[in-house]
Nanobody, 122 residues
Framework: VQLQASGGGLVQTGGFLRLSCAAS??????MGWFRQGPGKEREPVAAIVWSNGGTYYADSMKGRVTISRDTAKNMVYLQMNSLKAEDTAVYYC??????????????????WGQGTLVTVSS
């Protein structure tokens, strides 16, 4: 499975962005978004079950993001609203072949995209 994240860019505080992740055909059970800010460890943002759309949101951005998927297009999206300077990070999409949607640890994921940079200016 190959993943390609896109949609990052420069946005002002309070703004919004929608990230996209294109997935090649393969065995995917759960897709997730993670982020890694400057000098910080990678942290989970959200995850979605590919088959039924069930979602889980980590505390990092809960209430300000929505994860969705389009199974016909093999795409996963992350809508981010009310962005803050501390949201500045490289955002990664990832996929795993099994497991639980709320087990959203990076080590649990099998495939990773290259990341897309989001910069929020204050």
């Amino acid at each position: 499975v190959q993943l390609q994240a896109s949609g990052g860019g420069l946005v002002q505080t309070g703004g919004f962005l929608r990230l996209s992740c294109a997935a090649s055909a393969g065995r995917i059970f759960i897709m997730g978004w993670f982020r890694q800010g400057p000098g910080k460890e990678r942290e989970p943002v959200a995850a979605i079950v590919w088959s039924n759309g069930g979602t889980y949101y980590a505390d990092s951005m809960k209430g300000r993001v929505t994860i969705s998927r389009d199974t016909a297009k093999n795409m996963v999206y992350l809508q981010m609203n009310s962005l803050k300077a501390e949201d500045t990070a490289v955002y990664y999409c990832a996929a795993k072949r099994s497991g639980l949607v709320y087990h959203i640890q990076a080590y649990d994921y099998d495939y990773w995209g290259q990341g897309t940079l989001v910069t929020v200016s204050s």
